[in-house]
Each structure stands twice: as structure tokens, then as C-alpha cells.
């Protein structure tokens, strides 16, 4: 239903904008409900059998402690827990914005210099088939065990896919697009800014989805090999400790910091390029 009231100003009638309401309304919950729900369903049927198994079978939870244990441990230690997920998101946030910073004048210099693609086209290829396990503790030895490494690690596990889609999209433009550009008098960088990035931006946040999930991991195995703090050493002490309830508590916050980063990718797309779902939705 579509409401709208009259005002009057300066002797004339003046129209506001009609509202949508109703149905429309009725539309966007059943779109919310329909992704929101099917996964919630999934966790909590999957935390139930958690839940019974761990009852039933009376496994120490030094071992397979249960899913309330585990909640209510976490909120007791949420102190502790939150002090430590703090220096990872911080090393996550820089490290990913060093990451996006590089991987994006890479494919640029790849896109406007083509040999410079030939060129470095395979040690992108190279370096992500490096073991990270190995990198980490060299990266900790030549940097010191302060944040820079962390920042190193992060950007060497998230910065390959960011590259590769930007690359992809820039190559996904349409030649007629190219050639009729060209024709009405752009150059090669008047092409790229008004056909090859716009149209670049949908792999663009497909490779940014990929990368920020990686950001979080690579930002904790990084404390593992060397920190202070973060989630990273505060798994690895309660581990040692045989606390398993507090690292499944550690690894759940993890979790849920990687869904609402993915997450964000989502809205950060909607605000920067909101005529790709239109299109996606008219085509």
C-alpha cells in the first residue's frame, strides 16, 4: 500500500513521496527470514547433537567439553577473551589494509604495463604455494616478534586473491565497449578509468570475500609462531593448559569476527558500486 499526505507551502499544495509499505514490507522480512533462518536452523540442530553426544558419552571436557560449557566459560573469561581478540583485529585491520593498498597498484601496473603481467604473473602464482608454516617463523626471525611480521603474514595470505580478481575483471571488459571508446577519442587510461575499473568491481569484492576470511587466520597463526597477545597465544596457553573449553571459546569469537568481516564486504559493495545488484536483479 502506498501512503501519501498533502502539506501546504508558500499558498501551494505540495506532494511528499510516496512510502512503500505493506506488502513491500511483507517482502523484505520474508528475504531476510529466508537467509537468516536456514542457517540458524543448521547451528542450532548441529549444537544440539553436540550437546547430547557430549552428555551421552561422558568424554571429560578436558577432552570434548559440551557447548554450554564451552558459553559459559567463554562469557566468564569474556574479559580475558576480549583483551586478546583486540591486538588481532588490529593486526588483521592494518595487515588486510597494507594487503589491499599493494594488491591493488599491482594489478594496475599489471593492467597498464602487460609485460610487467608476463612478468610477475608467476611469482604471484609462486608465493601462494609457499607453506605458510615456514614463512611465518622466517618472517618472526628477520622482523622481530612485534607487530610488522603479523602485518607481513597478513598481507602475504590475503593479497593474492584481491590481485587475481581485480585481474580477471579488467580483462573481463567487453572489446566493442574498448573499441567504441577508442573511436569517440579515449586513450588507454581514459578506457580503464571509465570501462576496466567500474566493471573490475564485482571481482574485485569476490576476491576481497575470499581475502578478509584468510586476513583473520593468517593474523592468528602469525601469533602462534610469536606474540605476546591475541587469539592466536591466548589458544595456544589454554590448550596447554588442557582448558579446551576456552579455545573452543577462542575459536567460536574467530568465527564469528570472520562472518561479520565477510559480512561487511556485502554492505561496504552495496554503498560503493548499488548499480551492480540492479543490474544483477533487472538482468
Not at 566459560?73 to 586478546?84: F, M, P, T, V
Request: hydrophobic fraction near 55%.
Amino acid at each position: 500500500m502506498l501512503t501519501s499526505n498533502p502539506v501546504s507551502a508558500s499558498g501551494r499544495g505540495l506532494q511528499l513521496r510516496a512510502f512503500p509499505t505493506g506488502p513491500v514490507t511483507m517482502a523484505r522480512a520474508r528475504r531476510t527470514s529466508s537467509f537468516l533462518v536456514p542457517p540458524l536452523l543448521v547451528a542450532a540442530v548441529g549444537l544440539g547433537l553436540w550437546q547430547l553426544l557430549a552428555t551421552v558419552t561422558h568424554v571429560q571436557p578436558q577432552i570434548f567439553p559440551t557447548p554450554w560449557l564451552v558459553m559459559s566459560q567463554g562469557w566468564e573469561w569474556r574479559s580475558a577473551i576480549w583483551a586478546n581478540t583486540v591486538p588481532t583485529l588490529e593486526e588483521t585491520f592494518i595487515g588486510f589494509a597494507v594487503s589491499l593498498v599493494c594488491a591493488f597498484a599491482l594489478a594496475v601496473i599489471m593492467e597498464l604495463f602487460r609485460p610487467s603481467r608476463r612478468a610477475l604473473y608467476p611469482f604471484l602464482i609462486v608465493s601462494q604455494t609457499l607453506p605458510l608454516i615456514a614463512i611465518a617463523p622466517i618472517v618472526d626471525l628477520w622482523l622481530g616478534f612485534g607487530l610488522m611480521p603479523k602485518l607481513v603474514v597478513v598481507a602475504i595470505v590475503t593479497f593474492f586473491p584481491i590481485t587475481v580478481g581485480l585481474t580477471e575483471g579488467f580483462a573481463s571488459a567487453e572489446p566493442d565497449a574498448i573499441n567504441l571508446l577508442r573511436s569517440m577519442g579515449a586513450s588507454r587510461l581514459g578506457v580503464f578509468r571509465r570501462l576496466k575499473l567500474p566493471g573490475a568491481m564485482p571481482y574485485f569484492f569476490a576476491g576481497l570475500r575470499i581475502a578478509i576470511t584468510y586476513a583473520v587466520v593468517g593474523a592468528i597463526f602469525a601469533e602462534y609462531v610469536g606474540a605476546t597477545s591475541g587469539l592466536g597465544i591466548f589458544m595456544s596457553e589454554q590448550a596447554n593448559q588442557f582448558r579446551t573449553d576456552l579455545v573452543y571459546a577462542a575459536v567460536a569469537v574467530t568465527a564469528a569476527v570472520s562472518v561479520g568481516l565477510f559480512a561487511l564486504t556485502y554492505l561496504v559493495q552495496q554503498l560503493t558500486i548499488p548499480w551492480y545488484r540492479l543490474s544483477r536483479r533487472t538482468g
